[in-house]
């Protein structure tokens, strides 16, 4: 059962354009997010995070946004950068469990 | 602090035989997270611990998967015997608090053939 999914396998931008990555989530419970980068041969890395009392979260180049009532969260990059093409991991954590559930994954690529 | 440390980085395998992953926790982490990342699902998490205690193993695919944590520190993840469908990059990762997320080792590519 994917509780946190990302439909979009991949998704390609030119550099210096917005790259809108988009994840759904079916657990109501879910009260915490966060997006993870891999690089090739390497494990995720933490990237942003949002709880679920805010509905934004910005650090630099990169914005999450939260819909709760649509349970809908986007990760926005702008201006994109070639040193962003990575996949992108969605993750979910609530109610009383520790552990995180991620989705499918999103192939960014951004082409000079 | 040298980060989850994963071992070995590829293991090649044939069907029928025992497999052990091995994971090394940053120093004052209390959770353990063992993941299997594939094409089609993305990060399934397996099983997790807390204070080296199973939390939840509802997601080892059966009972051919098994895993340990023998100290604070370390654990490990067995397959025995190993499938070709067990292929996959298997991570562990460890947290101190839900909310400053996980650290994530490097991965072990299993290939069984």
């Known amino acids: 059962d994917q509780q946190v999914k990302q439909n979009s396998p991949s998704l390609s931008v030119q550099e210096g354009r917005i790259s809108i990555l988009n994840c759904d989530y079916t657990?109501?419970?879910?009260?915490?997010f966060l997006w993870y980068k891999k690089y090739p041969a390497e494990g995720p890395t933490f990237l942003i995070s949002?709880?679920?009392?805010?509905d934004k979260n910005e650090d630099g180049r990169f914005t999450v946004f939260l819909n709760k009532s649509a349970k809908h969260l986007s990760l926005h990059i702008v201006p994109s950068q070639p040193g962003d093409s990575a996949v992108y991991f969605c993750?979910?954590?609530?109610?009383?469990?520790?552990?995180?559930?991620f989705g499918a994954g999103t192939r960014l690529t951004v082409k000079p | 602090d040298a980060g989850v440390i994963q071992s070995p980085r590829h293991e090649v395998t044939e069907m029928g035989q025992e497999v052990t992953l091995r994971c090394k926790l940053i120093?004052?982490?209390?959770?353990l997270f063992w993941y299997r990342q594939t094409m089609m699902r993305g990060l399934e998490l397996l099983i997790y611990?807390?204070?080296?205690?199973?939390?939840?193993d509802s997601g080892m695919p059966e009972d051919r998967f098994s895993a340990k944590m023998p100290n604070a520190s370390f654990s490990t993840l067995k397959i025995q015997p190993s499938e070709p469908r067990d292929s996959a990059v298997y991570f562990c990762?460890?947290?101190?608090?839900?909310?400053?997320?996980?650290?994530f080792g490097s991965g072990t590519r299993l290939t069984v053939v």
């Open positions: 990762a460890s947290s101190k608090d839900r909310l400053w997320g996980y650290t």
């Open positions: 657990n109501s419970m879910f009260d915490y």
């Open positions: 949002i709880s679920s009392i805010k």
């Open positions: 993750a979910a954590l609530g109610g009383n469990n520790n552990d995180m559930r």
């Open positions: 120093s004052g982490h209390n959770s």
């Open positions: 611990f807390n204070n080296n205690v199973p939390i939840d």
